[in-house]
């Protein structure tokens, strides 16, 4: 092996445009290092050679835990090097392309960065070079900025905000202001028109930096320099709480506030920015129970070293800390699989070619395609409510792409051809809008139950992903040789999805059907139970409790038919929060959780219909924020995650969910009465009423003028919706009436009952007995 000085070169581990990077072992001391080489084409350049010196004299004034340490510095022959810390973990960039960050992991590794810029900008170092692939993420969540090859360095005066020099390729460049440095998508509008910058320049960078770890998008996008100079200069970002809805209000406040195109109105310095990020940071932990901490898991082709990272010694104290080059960061990409895994897919609703009554069948095809692919652990699989929102659009695949923050988009085309169903699909490169694979399937209707597995499994290959055992035993039990009864599962599923009375009387009978036609199909079953707990809302309260015994009988024996079936415990678990047995549900949804973790109605049901109502708001909040993650249009989970938060008493992050739910659709009769009901709670009495009314759930109302008015028009309403009733009676002061109303709630609708009586409405009934007595009644504590 070639030794530079005492360092043995071990291997390649990146490269950047000023240098290149290898693990070498320092022979002395017995510890492997980062070596980064000036490349031999820029050895008998002097700019080039200055600018790489400056690299490490520019960090040599910092000294900070979240800055890259320089261990050494020197020349052999004609070969200068820098030697500094070997790093074992992941670059920003790597790890966005897996999806958004978490609040909790994009404010603690926010932080850190925020604390490291106001060190640097302390004594004058501005960095001009912020982005996701100049940062670093440690196994261990600790934050590193990389690479001060560009930074502008005052050494006149560490707290001047004029410039002594930028670091560019030529001497003249090297005092002149009036150049333009750093990555396009991440300048400052300063830096994009060539004028001098100070700190506030790494503040917007870094302010673009932290929107796209918060949503997965870069701040300022275009098909051109040009056009990201054009968004930059002129164009203010879409509000990070619209492109991704459970963010909190004040974390977009302090992105738009970063990203301030006049710097007289940004962040005047990195202090202030971290004290606000400190402020939501606490918040969070403190409202919501998060822990701060943050898990990198890295995988091994990822990893910069297999030796742990090494402690600083003593003898190098008073070398100087600095930055790896953006080539430490870019060695993520050099040792990682040429053709990575997709980890996020969409699949859109396969175009029906075949007429209106074959309409199940494409829909049908579609579905089983996204729960097969849902079985894949380490896989986004966007839910079908939200997908289904593009059927019949003719919709572009990348722009979907792009809308949903998946890497690839699966279309299809369901045609007849004689006797044989013919499927045609497409699966799209989102990035760059090529296909990655493509495949026609002919199958005789006889044959059609195993057509969606024979999709999936040439498109999980397709993707790179590969199905486990217990995964390929999910999916199997899905599928049937009896054609008859899984086409009659998939006509269920049909009416089933369209929710009205009619359409759910249908389910229960083709589900019947494919039962008597295929008594061992687990499927059928489990669907059977699930359309029986949603059937309650349109029968009789007499027909209530057979319905919820019917349930519980075909999720119990789906769950004998097919342990495996994820369904079949979210169905149980369903059934057994219907009866108040809130461990044994919770066991259930965890089971469903560990088989499917991208189903989407087990993180809601399991949030809405098991921890809200033990007041376990924390994990709730998490649970549907995981669901949206997967199925962002759901119009019922985006409606009851803002209940959900206005039951836990955080009225300004409820208001802005509703308002995003009124984004997804604005005509969704329960958003309407829910919005109507904060209303209430705000005061807002004018405004409750036109939500109400616009809901027509509670009927025509007439309305008394005041608050006192208000409520007892509530009264006088005659409807089954005893949440309403009260509300408004523990309003009027009528506590009795309020509990006996909850109390016949609890009689006719058990799950519903135990997650409204945690509404902040009934705060004031807390210290009544009849209330807590209630509260005992649902094995639930006070």
Not at 65 to 94: W, Y
Not at 124 to 134: M, T, Y
Not at 305 to 322: E, M, T
Not at 437 to 449: E, Y
């Amino acid at each position: 092996m070639e030794q530079i000085s005492h360092y043995r070169i071990v291997r390649q581990i990146g490269f950047g445009g000023m240098g290149v990077v290898y693990e070498a072992e320092d022979v002395r001391l017995g510890r492997h290092v980062a070596l980064k080489l000036l490349p031999d084409e820029f050895t008998s350049d002097p700019d080039a050679v200055e600018r790489f010196r400056r690299e490490a004299r520019a960090a040599s004034a910092l000294n900070h835990p979240n800055i890259c340490t320089i261990h050494d510095i020197g020349e052999e022959g004609n070969r200068a090097f820098i030697v500094m810390e070997l790093l074992d973990g992941v670059s920003l960039k790597a790890r966005i392309e897996q999806g958004p960050m978490p609040v909790e992991d994009v404010l603690d590794i926010a932080v850190q960065i925020v604390d490291a810029l106001e060190a640097a900008h302390a004594i004058g170092i501005v960095h001009r070079d912020l982005k996701p692939a100049n940062l670093f993420i440690t196994k261990r969540g600790q934050a590193k900025i990389l690479d001060f090859g560009l930074a502008k360095v005052d050494e006149r005066d560490a707290h001047s905000d004029q410039s002594a020099a930028p670091t560019i390729v030529s001497k003249a460049e090297l005092t002149n202001p009036g150049t333009m440095l750093g990555t396009v998508a991440y300048m400052s509008p300063e830096q994009a028109r060539g004028e001098d910058v100070d700190a506030r320049a790494d503040l917007f960078s870094f302010g673009a930096v932290l929107y796209e770890m918060a949503t997965g998008t870069q701040a300022f996008k275009g098909a051109t320099s040009a056009l990201i100079f054009d968004s930059i200069l002129n164009r203010a970002p879409v509000p990070p709480t619209q492109v991704w809805p459970s963010l909190p209000a004040e974390l977009g406040r302090i992105i738009s506030k970063a990203t301030e195109k006049d710097r007289g109105l940004r962040y005047q310095d990195a202090s202030e920015m971290r004290g606000d990020l400190k402020r939501l940071k606490r918040e969070l932990e403190f409202s919501h129970g998060v822990s701060s901490s943050v898990s990198v898991v890295l995988p091994a082709a990822a990893r910069l070293s297999d030796a742990p990272v090494p402690s600083r010694r003593n003898v190098w104290l008073g070398v100087v800390a600095a930055i790896v080059i953006a080539a430490a960061a870019a060695a993520f990409f050099l040792l990682r699989p040429a053709k990575p895994a997709m980890s996020s897919v969409a699949v859109l609703p396969f175009a029906n070619d075949m007429g209106s009554e074959s309409e199940y069948l494409a829909d049908g095809i579609t579905e089983d395609v996204i729960n097969n692919l849902a079985q894949i652990q380490d896989l986004r699989v966007i839910a079908r409510s939200t997908v289904f929102r593009y059927k019949g659009q003719n919709a572009d695949p990348q722009q979907v792409g792009e809308a949903l923050r998946v890497q690839a988009v699966l279309t299809g085309r369901v045609a007849h051809r004689g006797d044989q169903l013919i499927v045609q699909t497409d699966l799209v490169r989102v990035e760059d809008g090529t296909q990655l694979w493509g495949k026609q399937f002919a199958r005789g209707l006889k044959d059609v139950s195993s057509l969606q597995q024979d999709i999936t499994q040439e498109l999980t290959s397709a993707l790179r992903s590969r199905l486990t055992g217990s995964q390929q035993q999910a999916m199997n039990a899905r599928g049937r040789e009896n054609s008859e009864a899984y086409q009659l599962t998939l006509q269920a599923r049909y009416h089933f999805l369209k929710r009205s009375a009619e359409d759910i009387k249908a389910a229960i009978d083709y589900y019947g059907r494919a039962i008597a036609s295929d008594p061992a199909y687990a499927e059928a079953y489990s669907g059977l139970a699930l359309t029986y707990d949603v059937a309650i809302t349109y029968v009789s309260i007499k027909e209530i409790k057979d319905f919820k015994e019917k349930a519980d009988a075909a999720a119990r024996r789906a769950l004998e038919l097919a342990p495996s079936l994820a369904e079949a415990h979210v169905a149980m678990g369903m059934a057994l929060s219907a009866k108040w047995d809130w461990s044994g549900s919770e066991a259930e949804f965890q089971k469903a959780l560990a088989l499917n973790a991208n189903d989407a109605n087990a993180h809601y049901f399991y949030a809405f219909g098991v921890l809200v109502p033990q007041a376990r708001f924390a994990e709730a909040l998490r649970e549907y924020r995981r669901a949206l993650d997967l199925d962002p249009y759901s119009q019922i989970i985006n409606t009851n995650y803002a209940v959900t938060l206005l039951m836990n008493h955080q009225y300004d992050l409820a208001e802005a969910q509703f308002k995003h739910a009124l984004g997804v659709d604005p005509d969704f009769a329960v958003l309407n009465l829910r919005i109507g009901q904060f209303d209430m709670i705000q005061g807002n009495f004018e405004q409750a009423k036109a939500e109400l009314d616009k809901s027509a759930i509670l009927g025509k109302i007439e309305w008394q003028a005041g608050r006192e008015g208000f409520y007892k028009s509530l009264l006088a309403v005659p409807s089954n919706e005893e949440v309403v009733e009260s509300i408004a009676a523990a309003a009027l002061g009528d506590a009795a009436r309020a509990i006996r109303s909850l109390g016949h709630l609890a009689d006719i609708d058990p799950q519903d009952a135990a997650v409204y009586i945690r509404r902040p409405e009934f705060d004031s009934l807390h210290a009544d007995p009849g209330y807590i007595a209630l509260l005992h009644r649902m094995n639930l504590q006070p």
